[in-house]
T-cell receptor, first 113, second 116 residues
Framework: GDSVTQMEGPVTLSEEAFLTINCTYT??????LFWYVQYPGEGLQLLLK?????DKGSNKGFEATYRKETTSFHLEKGSVQVSDSAVYFC????????????FGQGTELSVKP | KAGVTQTPRYLIKTRGQQVTLSCSPI?????VSWYQQTPGQGLQFLFE???????NKGNFPGRFSGRQFSNSRSEMNVSTLELGDSALYLC???????????????FGPGTRLTVT
């Protein structure tokens, strides 16, 4: 069945460091892919998306490229800030069940000044 | 545009009781999905409603139910609460008008349910 696998956390970085959070997926067809972010005590916010192979989603300095050949959608940011500390989730919709997203287990990021 | 709203934000209930949570989607969004988030199981899909009909369902017992009203607002109900039902319950809305953009879901802040 469809699934999403994320690298385990927590990830601790110093401010201005480079960030990569790995995400790989197994899916029927070629679904859209999403990254969501959850700040402490809040719900999930859609961070970025890609709707087809080779698409690059970007937002707030974060980027992720939809790689069909490696079934990956890794999240990157060139220079993290303390305010980026949060939990990040990779997600994809289930084929023919558009209202159902499956999520990776989440990766907690902590950025130290 | 106002975001997804959920009420109440926090709830404390006793084992055996029942609870109703409410969700108001973004204006114009027709689909409402519910998720349960726990430290052990992560984010799990409960069900989705579209045009007042349950369109998809996750693997949860029948104690978990929901409904959607004609204005797209949705409620979920949990009967005979168990300690393991303690979780953050998230509601998400989407356009669901067809096409890939309809898969984008926008989440509310969640309802934190504690069962004692």
């Amino acid at each position: 069945g469809d699934s999403v696998t994320q690298m385990e956390g927590p990830v601790t970085l110093s401010e201005e460091a480079f960030l990569t959070i790995n995400c790989t997926y197994t899916a029927t067809g070629y679904p859209s892919l999403f990254w969501y972010v959850q700040y402490p005590g809040e719900g999930l916010q859609l961070l970025l998306k890609a709707t087809k192979a080779d698409d690059k989603g970007s937002n707030k300095g974060f980027e992720a490229t939809y790689r069909k050949e490696t079934t990956s959608f890794h999240l990157e940011k060139g220079s993290v800030q303390v305010s980026d500390s949060a939990v990040y989730f990779c997600a994809l919709p289930i084929y023919n069940q558009g209202g159902k997203l499956i999520f990776g287990q989440g990766t907690e990021l902590s950025v130290k000044p | 545009k106002a975001g997804v709203t959920q009420t109440p934000r926090y709830l404390i209930k006793t084992r055996g009781q029942q609870v109703t949570l409410s969700c108001s989607p973004i204006s114009g969004h027709r689909s409402v999905s519910w998720y349960q988030q726990t430290p052990g199981q992560g984010l799990q899909f409960l069900f989705e409603y579209f045009s007042e009909t349950q369109r998809n369902k996750g693997n949860f017992p029948g104690r978990f139910s929901g409904r959607q009203f004609s204005n797209s607002r949705s409620e979920m109900n949990v009967s005979t609460l168990e300690l393991g039902d303690s979780a953050l319950y998230l509601c998400a809305s989407s356009l669901s008008a067809g096409g890939r953009s309809s898969y984008e879901q926008y989440f509310g802040p969640g309802t934190r349910l504690t069962v004692t």
